[in-house]
């Protein structure tokens, strides 16, 4: 039998396993299973628990645990060779914090294969739920952590980012304000994604760079904590922390729960956890510098690798260590889908009719106008007072189609400019990315050929994919990241669209125009 090797996802939803075969650059498996539906005990709403203030959003830890007793069933019961299995990795929702006692370290390396984990590990915990990245209720936090660290700039700085709300050092500065007990008889703070490894290999597992960046407590350039981070945020906190290293470290080999109770080789490797994000980046395939992948969802985001670390102190997007060796990007824009489908709907278009107006009007439309697509509040520029602002274009004309998308595309471009990376290739993912009109303004604007990528569960994938990385890397046999990648992560094929060179004076154009034109609308709507 050939090695093998498991990514397994925590998202907010669900926890997804991949198990793939990289001698025959097989997927042999592909199992997800839904919290709400098959936990129902835990009462989560998708995935986390509702509160009366709505800021707050956690989710319970021991769900996490039950899930990966429920998984590895799953797998065994579905004939994966578990007892073939060379390496594991985890990728976790980002930001999302667990408080444990000072019991959990012994009590996880004494797992009893007789005893499901939810029973020995229900005591571990010294505070019962989990702050999640939904959470955004430690504005206050921000600001105090901000100001004692002086100023956004500086914050984003030294970790990668301003301070924000859903990340986990101000969600540790609440917990340790609102209950100190709590926080006192907390001996180990972990991530969702070094917690699920702690858990697999029996020990505290370390964090690594990918998720350790979006804490706003490791400075990103040492790859280290930042001492002014963690005293700005918590008394005694990097006693409390695991150390941080880099994505493809072992953390041991998997625990005798697993072995004795699935079958599971006693050789098995845990390779540290990171965040989806970082995980998905290499469930894509962007391993180089300048590539980059736009997912267009409900908000669009942009995200890429980047060989040398830039930050931007206007707090545009996070910086996030990658698990490849380099830095990663993440920027996101709310108004994605969401602003398409209104300038649709207020056309009543259907998305043919949408791409065939995109299609019958001019790149840039000629200069004729231009629209901010700020129908919601945004985060990339901050804008706080929605609402769409039109130049020289009324509401019902259907330029207003290619004007929503250009908009957005021009958005990134601008926005994304402090990585100082022009990107070299894009990987459009997500529903919109199957509309040819959207991928062909995408490549005219950013000026490089884009290529349709479907992904299934790229942030599970990319675990394996680490996991197999570290487990050559271990075996003193390393790949490089491309070898890692091919046949796995790879782009629809014939699917690139290339841009048209005689589009890049009209953008080049269009971009100082937009650029006055939110600059102005931002002056205002700060006024
Ligand atoms: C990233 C973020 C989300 C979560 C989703 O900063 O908050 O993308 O990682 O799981």
Redesign the pocket.
């Known amino acids: 039998m050939q090695r093998w090797y498991l990514g397994l996802d925590s998202?907010?939803q669900s926890l997804t396993a991949v198990g793939i075969a990289p001698d025959s650059r097989k997927i042999l498996c592909e199992i997800s299973l839904n919290f709400d539906r098959e936990l129902p005990a835990y009462g989560t709403r998708n995935g986390t628990l509702r509160h009366e203030d709505p800021t707050v959003v956690h989710a319970p830890p021991l769900m996490w645990v039950e899930a990966l007793d429920k998984m590895f069933e799953r797998l065994r019961r579905e004939g994966l060779p578990l007892g073939e299995l060379a390496a594991v990795s985890v990728s976790g929702?980002?930001?999302g914090s667990v408080y444990l006692n000072e019991t959990a370290a012994d009590r996880l390396a004494r797992l009893d294969p007789a005893v499901p984990l939810v029973e020995k590990l229900r005591g571990v915990f010294s505070r019962p739920t989990s702050p999640i990245?939904m959470d955004s209720s430690t504005s206050v936090e921000c600001a105090e952590i901000t100001e004692a660290l002086g100023g956004p700039a500086e914050v984003a700085r030294r970790t990668g980012s301003a301070a924000?709300e859903?990340f986990t050092g101000p969600q540790i500065r609440k917990f340790y304000k609102m209950d100190p007990e709590g926080y006192r008889r907390t001996a180990h703070i972990a991530l969702v994604s070094s917690f699920l490894p702690s858990v697999l290999a029996g020990r505290i597992a370390p964090i690594d760079v990918g998720d350790g960046a979006?804490m706003n407590l490791m400075n990103i350039h040492t790859r280290d904590w930042d001492p002014a981070a963690l005293a700005a945020t918590a008394p005694d906190l990097r006693r409390r922390l695991p150390p941080i290293v880099e994505s493809w470290t072992v953390v041991g080999p998997i625990a005798r729960y697993f072995v004795e109770r699935y079958g599971v080789s006693p050789q098995a490797q845990v390779v540290v956890g990171s965040?989806?994000?970082p995980c998905s980046l290499v469930g894509l395939g962007l391993v180089r510098s300048g590539m980059v992948a736009i997912s267009l969802g409900t908000s669009d985001?942009y995200f890429g690798a980047m060989d040398e670390c830039r930050v931007s102190l206007e707090g545009e997007g996070?910086v996030f260590g990658s698990p490849t060796g380099g830095y990663m990007t993440?920027v996101?824009f709310k108004n994605g889908s969401l602003a398409r489908e209104r300038v649709r709907d207020q056309l009543g278009l259907d998305w043919e009719g949408f791409a065939r107006a995109i299609f019958s009007t001019p790149p840039a439309l000629g200069g004729r106008g231009l629209i901010l697509p700020w129908f919601e509040p945004e985060i990339t520029p901050k804008v706080l007072k929605p609402g769409a602002r039109y130049q020289g274009l009324r509401p019902d004309d259907p330029a207003v189609c290619r004007a929503v998308v250009e908009a957005q595309m021009m958005a990134m471009r601008i926005h994304t400019r402090w990585m100082g990376v022009r990107p070299s290739c894009i990987y459009a993912t997500g529903g919109a990315s199957a509309n040819p009109a959207i991928l062909r303004v995408m490549a005219d604007v950013h000026r490089c050929p884009v290529y349709r990528f479907e992904t299934t569960a790229s942030a599970a994938l990319g675990a394996a994919l680490r996991a197999f990385h570290a487990w050559q890397r271990s075996a003193g046999d390393p790949l490089t990241w491309e070898e890692v990648v091919r046949g796995f992560a790879e782009p629809v094929r014939d699917s690139r669209v290339d841009p048209s060179p005689e589009t890049a004076a009209a953008y080049d154009a269009m971009e100082v125009a937009y650029r006055d034109f939110e600059q102005k609308e931002l002056a205002r709507s700060q006024a």
């Open positions: 998202s907010t929702q980002q930001h990245w924000f859903r979006g965040g989806d994000n985001t996070h993440l996101c």
